[in-house]
């Protein structure tokens, strides 16, 4: 019986230190973690937190793909420093209604990076500065910025769907040159869906609102983003998509041609009017001509009967020139020049569009046939 008391003592007692050194080594984790993350912000090694998108709760709750109500600081430190605001909505700009006024027009606006406004402030971005354009003679106008950053069809049509909730009288795609190149990959969207399920599942669930704004966790994403990306960045002066016809691209171009043609028909049948956009590189606005697909999706919108707005044209003609219209040498996005140009053009299109029956002051628009 004292040698059964003595064991289950012995065995106690391990358990109880094993416990405390399970807790020291806790303590001691957490601690070189506050270090580490104080010696960073200090020091100034660690990317600031950029724009977070939706956790799967926000996801459920609300049409944008980025959580609600941010106030960031953008590129800090550098020429381009800006505080980007994103709406209660998920959304880059002003806040505006979920539901939609009596007599407001409103657009849905989606694209890539030039889109969303890359290096430009709030309201330097392309929909912003189109519902100034339309003020003066639609009256109330909203333009919802549905823009985000590395997406092609895949993900922007996704981001128009959700967004008809908002009632919009139409709906705008603006395609970039390298849309085609970036369906190549694994869509920004497709990894948006498994980022939004890890941060769903427990631990992380717990500890991601907490570790999300800190100096390590942006230190690993950036790292991260770094080892995994098969993206090669463009440059001012080099289009990413230059490279000969080959068989990867022939698919792309389909599943780009099919997933519009899709999203087209799905807004005929809502009998919502859809404008398709096209945006060049500041190397073919130079060169006079797009790179590999530009001319290409021109055509193919022609074809799909989507009416466009083809902005080469209309920068090879402006006074800007490829360094008034983009951010060049630094940056090959439009800068707020470029995208007051691009707004003002869409503009002129979006008001040629109204029904001829439409009072006056209202942007009543001819309602979209169905495309074939």
């Not at 985000?148 to 709906?171: C, K, Y």
């Not at 404008?275 to 193919?300: N, Q």
């Not at 902005?311 to 090959?332: Q, T």
């Amino acid at each position: 019986m004292m040698a059964e008391r003595a064991a289950m003592h012995r065995a106690t007692g391990g358990a109880r230190r094993r416990v405390a050194l399970a807790c020291i080594a806790l303590i001691a984790f957490i601690i070189s973690l506050l270090v580490a993350e104080g010696a960073l912000r200090i020091a100034g090694g660690a990317p600031p937190p950029g724009v977070f998108t939706v956790t799967a709760r926000e996801y459920a709750r609300s049409p944008g793909i980025f959580a609600p109500n941010q106030v960031v600081l953008d590129r800090p430190g550098t020429k381009f420093a800006q505080t980007l605001h994103i709406n209660s909505l998920g959304y880059r700009g002003r806040e505006f209604e979920r539901a939609k006024p009596t007599g407001e027009f409103r657009i849905v606006f989606a694209g890539d990076s030039f889109t969303w406004g890359h290096n430009v402030a709030d309201g330097e971005t392309t929909p912003a500065q189109l519902e100034t354009a339309l003020a003066s003679s639609c009256g109330r106008v909203t333009v919802v910025n549905a823009g985000l950053s590395g997406t092609s069809i895949t993900g922007q049509d996704s981001l128009v769907l959700r967004a008809l909730e908002l009632a919009p009288d139409l709906v705008v795609l603006m395609y970039h040159e390298n849309d085609i190149d970036d369906l190549m990959y694994s869509p920004v969207w497709h990894q948006l869906s498994e980022n939004r399920r890890r941060k769903s599942q427990f631990p992380l669930s717990l500890i991601y609102p907490v570790v999300r704004t800190s100096a390590l966790w942006n230190l690993a994403l950036d790292v991260r983003r770094k080892l995994t990306s098969p993206h090669v960045p463009q440059s001012a002066e080099t289009r990413l998509d230059a490279a000969a016809v080959t068989e990867e691209v022939v698919a792309a171009r389909a599943a780009y041609s099919a997933q519009l043609a899709s999203l087209a028909r799905q807004l005929g049948e809502r009998g919502l009017p859809f404008l398709f956009v096209t945006f060049p590189h500041p190397a073919s606005v130079r060169d006079g001509a797009g790179a590999r697909d530009y001319e290409w999706m021109v055509a193919e919108a022609a074809r799909l009967a989507i009416p466009a707005v083809d902005l080469l044209p209309v920068l090879r003609a402006s006074r800007l020139g490829p360094e008034g219209a983009y951010l060049i040498p630094d940056d090959y996005h439009p800068s707020a020049a470029g995208h007051a140009l691009a707004a003002r053009t869409i503009a002129d299109r979006v008001l040629a569009m109204r029904a001829a029956d439409a009072p006056a002051g209202s942007c009543r628009l001819a309602t979209a046939p169905v495309a074939e």
